[in-house]
């Protein structure tokens, strides 16, 4: 099983950066994918991006090119982070881990998550 743990969250301004940073620890998660989703009151938990054993990534076009998604193995960290933030990015913030999916690849759409952590609130002030 694995445990997650975020951190990071807070308020900051629109047009403002933060770093999500959750630690990992339990079950080996070398070769699991590992991904950030979000979710607002009352709406579905959006998927924002993803990322392989093997370093490749794949993002939600909401959130392409303003927010990286990284892994350090070593650390047993997976972070997020987010620039040019807008009012829309709040939310609570998830990390989460795909323990089926294995691939060295992506496909178009994300793989299921299995292993959540407990969230971090974000918000974006104007």
């Not at 620890?25 to 590992?34: E, K, M, P, V, Y």
């Not at 193995?73 to 323990?99: G, H, I, R």
Request: net charge negative; hydrophobic share 35%.
């Amino acid at each position: 099983q694995v445990q997650l743990v975020e951190s990071g969250g807070g308020l900051v301004q629109t047009g403002g950066s933060l770093r999500l940073s959750c630690a990992i620890s339990g079950q080996d998660f070398t070769d699991f994918a590992l991904g950030w989703f979000r979710q607002a009151p009352g709406e579905e938990r959006e998927f924002l991006a993803g990322v392989t054993w093997s370093h490749s990534t794949l993002y939600a076009d909401s959130v392409k090119g303003r927010f990286t998604i990284s892994r350090d193995n070593d650390e047993k960290t997976v972070s997020l982070q987010m620039n040019s933030l807008k009012p829309e990015d709040t939310s609570v913030y998830y990390c989460a881990a795909s323990t089926s999916f294995l691939s060295r690849w992506f496909g178009s759409t994300p793989p299921p998550f299995d292993s959540w952590g407990q969230g971090t609130q974000v918000t974006v002030f104007s």
